[in-house]
């Protein structure tokens, strides 16, 4: 009795943060300017200072590593620094989306979104669908559809059916890898028994969600679905019980033919199956597809309140280091967003804008929440008000391809045309994807452990893949330079993408001074303290 | 999301803080991360536990053995194979014959016969015996390694928190060390291809005072930006770098040469012998957990043969290790425990061989809190199923954390769940603690 007591509380919980849309600004009101009315109003009611706008060598460089994966070379830092236009950033956020290297950095970020085991390194075609679907700024419902509806006849959207292929043999990661990946919510501790702490979450949600997935199976490395078969369970109190599509929202799907097959049709089956194998063709489909009315019931009205406010967390994770809700896969009544009125409102927004992830991206980082400093001199205010920007560790590749750059005569950036400079950035981003191989994806809790520390220390391939001092390098150039205080200068521009302080530049110089006679031996170790040191490392 | 406290309320962030400034900016790393590791580490916390820091050498028996050539022999039975048992120093139990020297050191050793595991798949089951557990679809746990580094490591410690050595090619890739969902603060340094670990000698090109400057070269243009900013993540790759001249400077541990030739011969020029004392030597230093993986027991045929040639080895090496800790007067701090995926079936096959089977094996822990000479467990009389004191993963590892003095209760934060160290339930077995 006092279960059922809760749980009603629970969804009444739930209904109080499903804001009216009455009560929002107007849909036509730009998301920067919406973003910075709720960030701002919550920073003003804490009574808090917030952290001011960050300068614009840290925006570019903020900007570039977020949205295309890399630092800024020193010529787009300079050029932007010293232009005088009103609106400078926003014809750069412009340009950065519109560069072939968001696609490829997206697609990165997606699929260590969708594998988080994979470190980043999934399988080929995923991440070659995710990178097409971002350059063509597919909408994300759609990516969704061709998820989990993996149709694989289709050459175009066969890498999005890798996702349900490699989980074909395990139904319950499948279930809760859809559950949190598209709707934010980790279901996994309902398997066993309704969730302990939170009402939302039953065994029959857990088990509800699986039936709509566990039909699937291969036939001859083709993606099958069955139109028939049910899950039983046995909960912890009670009878054991036969599972009943149904979404999170309990909302329950009547399926017509939930009951097992005869042997007759059995038999049928097996023959079709065989015959499809045998032409190397994908099996029949299912005139009722469960995976099919997943995608339905997920993105039909109310229920997909979910849908719409997992993709918005996500992307403001991306871009502000924590969600609206943390953690991601924790979206419940009770654990309500920083910022409920907000997430509703870009939520309703990217709804009606047809899951337009670009936009979505686009306003997120145009905002001023987005672009506060990360200084805070005194004792920082609560993490939750966004009224100081977080440290990002970089990704294996942000931090890969940043070294190539850092590590590039800046000369050779320079007077190129942009197809010639794009063409570069993407060789430098290739050069470093084996040592990115060896770095750790951040996850959640990230911690940098001693591994990382001992590879950059005393591995070969630093010194030898990007450390080096040949023509067209950043040492080489050094090389050419008289005074050690010039070389210091340079060496924190090329690293950093500002001018070096006065410390820094006697630090350096002294350094060098001691080694007189070996200066290239100086300058590589000096470059090495540069882009180990955690004004590299992080996107601050 | 920050880890910081536990419940994460503003008072915690207050002390920190305060902590911070009386301590000063040398200690910028180690306030900055108040995990329980820190904590312990810190002055003034906990005396008491690192006092007794206490230590583990995992014997990882991969490919499962025999427990009926071993810890559980059935002489006579049908299943018993050709073997005998032997009588030991505790009146009362019997092992294997292949394990003269172990029986005259039952007294410190505690056998766990009644091992019912559930799984006899090579791959998931390494990863629930390393772990206690299977992982979930949404939680990947971490391994006792990564758990002990977690909770008996200290964040400025001059040694590897977690050492995994496993050269044999058998199996390698099915258990290797994993810090789940702990992260790479507490993945384990794995020695895979030789004894001596990568990245743990400087390169030839830079000279040690260069490497030694150029770190400092390195903490010096990081205070600035360090400097107004705060972070676990931050924290944590200053913490990293400032290990990495002890680290090295710990390389001569992993160097056998470094021992007296009397030691050496001791435990024997075998590599599964080697690396058993490598691990002494680390352990000695204040490493927390080191696993020395021997593979090749995966004996689906000519089981005798095979156990015939690797139990004298392992009998050895266990024993002199024992000897060992004992007079070093180190074998109440450091326990042995050895564990495989599984054991193998009481029935032969067809090649003389066993197979996979984990319904009724054995495990043994020795040193620490347990009691020595005890046995808990008895299966029937063939060797086919647990008759009483069964033990699971479970609670294998709430013993082995209790008697660490480690409550298996304890809990880890993945978001806001709370994950404890054992699942919900599940209990250390007290009869075998001291």
Redo the contacts between chains.
């Keep these: 009795m006092r279960l059922r007591l809760l749980f009603t509380t629970a969804l009444c919980a739930f209904t109080s943060i499903t804001v009216s849309a009455a009560d929002l600004p107007p849909a036509s009101k730009p998301i920067p300017q919406v973003i910075d009315q709720y960030i701002d109003a919550a920073i003003a009611e804490a009574g808090v200072t917030p952290a001011g706008q960050a300068d614009d060598a840290t925006l570019i460089r903020r900007l570039t590593l977020d949205l295309v994966g890399r630092i800024p070379t020193t010529a787009e830092v300079d050029e932007y620094v010293k232009s005088t236009d009103a609106n400078k950033r926003t014809q750069l956020v412009d340009r950065l989306i519109a560069s072939p290297g968001f696609a490829r950095h997206q697609a990165t970020l997606f699929e260590a979104m969708f594998n988080p085991e994979g470190n980043g390194r999934g399988s080929g075609a995923f991440r070659q669908y995710m990178v097409e679907a971002v350059k063509e700024n597919k909408p994300w419902d759609k990516i969704f559809r061709e998820v989990v509806l993996a149709n694989e006849s289709d050459a175009k959207t066969k890498g999005a059916a890798e996702f349900i292929r490699g989980r074909l043999s395990d139904a319950d990661k499948l279930t809760n890898d859809v559950s949190v990946s598209f709707f934010g919510v980790n279901v996994s501790c309902a398997q066993c028994h309704n969730h302990p702490l939170v009402h939302d979450w039953t065994q029959d949600h857990f088990y509800g969600m699986k039936m709509f997935l566990a039909r699937t199976f291969d036939n001859g490395g083709f993606l099958g679905e069955r139109g028939y078969g049910t899950i039983k369970y046995k909960p912890t109190k009670g009878p054991e019980r036969t599972a009943k599509m149904m979404f999170l929202t309990g909302a329950a799907i009547e399926d017509p033919n939930s009951k097992e097959p005869t042997a007759e049709e059995m038999k049928k089956e097996k023959e079709a199956l065989e015959k499809a194998k045998a032409a190397k063709t994908a099996p029949p489909a299912p005139k009722f597809s469960a995976r099919g009315k997943l995608v339905e019931v997920a993105l039909k009205d109310v229920n997909a309140d979910f849908f719409a406010k997992n993709i918005v967390n996500r992307m403001w994770h991306r871009y502000f280091a924590a969600g609206l809700v943390n953690p991601l896969d924790q979206m419940h009544s009770e654990n309500q967003p920083s910022h409920p009125e907000l997430l509703a409102w870009l939520a309703r927004d990217v709804a009606a804008n047809g899951y337009d992830l670009k936009r979505l991206t686009r306003g997120l980082v145009l905002s001023k929440a987005y672009s506060r400093g990360s200084k805070y001199e005194s004792s920082p205010p609560d993490s939750k008000l966004f009224a100081v920007a977080r440290l990002k560790p970089m990704t294996p590749n942000q931090l890969a391809t940043s070294l190539k750059i850092a590590a590039t005569d800046p000369a050779a950036f320079v007077g190129k045309k942009p197809e010639e400079l794009e063409k570069l950035l993407e060789q430098a981003e290739q050069a470093g994807r084996g040592f990115a191989s060896l770095i750790s994806q951040p996850g959640e809790n990230f911690q940098i452990g001693v591994g990382e520390a001992l590879l950059f220390s005393n591995g070969e391939r630093l010194t030898k893949e990007f450390l080096t001092d040949g023509n067209g390098t950043t040492l080489g150039r050094a090389k050419t330079m008289k005074e050690p205080k010039e070389v210091a200068e340079f060496l924190v521009k090329t690293a950093y993408g500002r001018a070096a302080t006065t410390d820094e530049v006697n630090a350096i110089s002294g350094y060098v001074e001691k080694r007189k006679g070996r200066e290239a031996e100086a300058y590589r170790q000096v470059l090495w303290a540069l882009v180990t040191s955690p004004e590299f490392r992080f996107s601050y | ?3 910081s406290s536990h419940c994460g309320s ?1 008072e915690h ?2 002390n920190r ?1 305060a902590f911070l400034g009386a301590t000063g900016a040398a200690s910028v790393s180690l306030a900055a ?1 108040m995990t329980q590791l820190n904590a312990l580490a810190s002055p003034g916390v906990n005396d008491a536990l690192k006092k007794t820091q206490k230590r583990v050498i995992l014997l990882w028996l991969a490919g499962g053995a025999s427990q009926l050539e071993t810890f559980d022999p059935k002489p006579g039975a049908s299943t018993g194979g050709p073997f005998r048992a032997i009588k030991t120093d505790v009146p009362g139990v019997m092992i294997s014959e292949l394990m003269p020297k172990m029986a005259q050191r039952m007294k410190h050793t505690c056998i766990l016969r009644g091992l019912d595991t559930k799984n006899g798949d090579h791959g998931s089951a390494a990863i629930t015996m390393m772990r206690g557990r299977r992982n ?5 746990y971490p391994d006792l390694g990564a758990v002990l580094a977690r909770e008996m490591g200290r964040a400025d410690s001059k040694v ?1 928190d977690y050492v995994t050595f496993y050269t044999q090619t058998e199996g390698r890739s099915m258990a290797p060390g994993d810090a789940g ?1 702990l ?5 384990p ?1 794995e020695l895979t291809n030789s004894n001596y670990p ?6 030839a ?2 000279s040690d005072l ?2 030694k ?3 400092d ?6 205070k ?11 924290s ?6 400032e ?2 001249r002890g ?2 400077a710990s390389e001569k541990l992993f160097d056998v040469t470094q021992e007296p030739q009397k030691v050496r011969d001791r435990y024997g020029p075998t590599q599964f012998a080697e690396q058993t004392l490598i691990a002494r030597r680390l352990v000695e230093a204040g490493v927390p957990f080191v696993r020395v993986g021997r593979a090749w027991w995966d004996s689906h045929g000519q089981n005798f043969e095979t156990h015939q040639e690797m139990v004298p080895e392992l009998d050895h090496v266990m024993a002199t290790l024992i000897d060992d800790l004992k007079d070093r007067g180190m074998l109440d701090d450091v326990m042995i425990v050895t564990l495989s995926e599984f054991g193998r079936t009481p029935s032969i096959n067809a090649s003389l061989g066993r197979d996979h089977f984990a319904s009724a094996w054995s495990s043994t822990i020795t040193g620490c809190g347990i009691k020595g000479g005890s046995v808990y467990g008895k299966t029937d009389d063939k060797g086919n199923k647990v008759v009483a004191e069964q033990v699971d993963a479970g609670s294998l590892f709430a013993t082995i954390y209790e008697a660490l003095g480690i409550n298996p209760e304890k809990n880890y934060y ?4 709370p994950v404890p160290l054992v699942n919900p339930g599940i209990q250390a077995i007290k009869q075998v603690l001291k």
């Design positions: 999301m920050p880890r503003p962030s207050l803080r991360d979930e679809a949404a939680v990947r590897p969902f992260g790479a603060r507490y993945a340094m990568e990245f743990i000698k400087r390169l090109d830079i260069d490497h400057e150029r770190s070269l390195r903490e010096l243009l990081g600035q930006f360090v400097a107004g900013r705060s972070s676990e993540t931050l944590s790759q200053n913490e990293a770098y290990r990495v680290i090295m993945v978001g806001s769940r």
